[in-house]
């Protein structure tokens, strides 16, 4: 699982008003190369929730690669070093064992072989 | 052979030896493959090659989404059976993949989505595979919460095979009621084998898409069909039984038109007397035709 989809991801759980971002616990993460596209990441750089990305990016280690406060889309557009930083960190580090923890009621879901499982028990629909 | 629908829930179905098919069988790779293409090229994203972030619900073993790769875009997809996913990571597909039932709801924040596909998947809502299930609460959770996903303007190109016209409108119905609207391609209608059905939804007001494009007709051509709505204002659906081209072929054998009707008599009789049973002889008044009343 990238950090992409995990900034995307909330706890579905029935009653949750809370549910994001859900909290990364990474065992076992792995890099990976990926083909850098500045249009992509300009492009999705609007929905990214830059705090989720940050924690995300902490719970794996990286304190410093990205900036604590979300960058000026021109300021993205032209750096390039921060562009570069930012696709590492959202589409490169892949989590391969673990879990993500729903903010509120404190669920886990379980991430195995990259795969996070969100399926919800009986109750919780 | 029956539906695999009918003959267990779809984490159970797509079992490993069920899953390992969608490796080896080169012939369901293919049909995948092609109906994948479609589904993309309905989706009708901008020709800008910029990567979009998608969706491809349903992904199994990863077929359809490696056709959103090819084409340069990131995606995640979602499945219920781990078999299935077991193979796509085999495949080590490009997107990332996630354990989850849809029927529970897509669980992701608001806006974010560029489009989504789901081949041969969503027809598994319609089925209440155990007693907490309750397939019109599935369709309202599922298509809720797509609709809140995806970011305005967006489509949701969803091929299935449903069972009969019910379905098909119950689909319909809890697609509308979510706030898509759109309506039914259907490619090749006329062709029991060659036919499929894809929903074609968009996210936001009617005025904003382009009209839904035609079917693909069997000599190659576009062919509309008559209850698909080209129109933006008019949101008809065309809903289609996917047995009909099966049942007026039927129909017109059994025809009681004139000769029709007794050629057919006749060969019956023959080929039971041929079995041996004993049937009346035939004679001028064998299949005459009856007043109405009778």
Redesign the interface.
């Known amino acids: 699982?990238?950090l992409?989809?995990h900034n995307?991801?909330?706890?579905?759980i029935k009653g949750v008003t809370n549910g994001?971002p859900l909290r990364l616990e990474a065992e076992k993460w792995v890099e990976k190369e990926v083909e850098f596209?500045a249009?992509?990441l300009r492009?999705?750089f609007p929905?990214i929730?830059w705090p989720a990305l940050i924690g995300a990016a902490r719970s794996l280690g990286f304190h410093d690669l990205l900036p604590n406060e979300a960058p000026d889309p021109s300021v993205l557009a032209s750096d390039d070093q921060l562009l570069r930083q930012f696709h590492r960190a959202l589409?490169e580090l892949h989590v391969e064992e673990g879990g993500l923890v729903c903010p509120e009621t404190g669920r886990l879901f379980p991430i195995n072989?990259?795969?996070?499982?969100?399926?919800?028990h009986?109750d919780e629909? | 052979m029956t539906r695999p629908e009918l003959q267990a829930p779809p984490e159970i179905f797509y079992n490993d030896t069920e899953a390992r098919k969608y490796t080896t069988s080169s012939r369901i790779i293919e049909i995948q493959a092609k109906i994948s293409e479609r589904a993309l090229e309905l989706l009708n994203l901008p020709n800008d090659g910029v990567p979009r972030l998608l969706l491809d619900i349903g992904c199994g073993s990863g077929l359809s989404g490696e056709t959103l790769s090819e084409n340069g875009h990131h995606w995640i997809g979602f499945d219920i059976s781990q078999s299935m996913l077991d193979v796509a990571l085999d495949r080590e597909v490009e997107g990332d993949l996630l354990l989850s039932d849809m029927g529970q709801g897509v669980g992701l924040r608001p806006s974010v989505i560029d489009g989504a596909i789901s081949i041969s998947a969503i027809q598994w809502l319609c089925y209440a595979d155990n007693s907490s299930h309750e397939p019109v609460a599935r369709l309202k959770a599922f298509f809720g919460s797509l609709y809140r996903c995806l970011t305005r303007g967006a489509r949701a190109v969803l091929q299935l095979y449903s069972e009969n016209m019910n379905q098909s409108e119950m689909i319909m119905k809890a697609a509308m009621r979510a706030g898509f609207a759109g309506g039914v391609v259907v490619d090749f209608p006329h062709s029991t084998k060659a036919r499929k059905a894809y929903l074609v939804l968009t996210c936001g007001p009617a005025s904003m898409q382009t009209s839904l494009p035609k079917g693909k007709a069997e000599d190659g051509e576009s062919c509309s069909d008559d209850d698909e709505s080209d129109d933006d204002d008019e949101q008809t659906v065309g809903i289609y039984d996917r047995h009909r081209p099966a049942k007026r072929s039927k129909i017109a054998k059994m025809g009681k038109g004139k000769g029709k009707g007794k050629a057919w008599v006749l060969k019956k009789k023959n080929q039971m007397r041929n079995k041996g049973y004993s049937v009346p002889p035939d004679t001028k008044y064998t299949a005459r035709k009856r007043k109405d009343r009778f």
């Open positions: 699982m990238r992409l989809t995307m991801l909330a706890c579905n994001y596209n249009d992509f492009g999705v929905k929730n589409l072989k990259g795969i996070p499982n969100m399926l919800l009986e629909v």
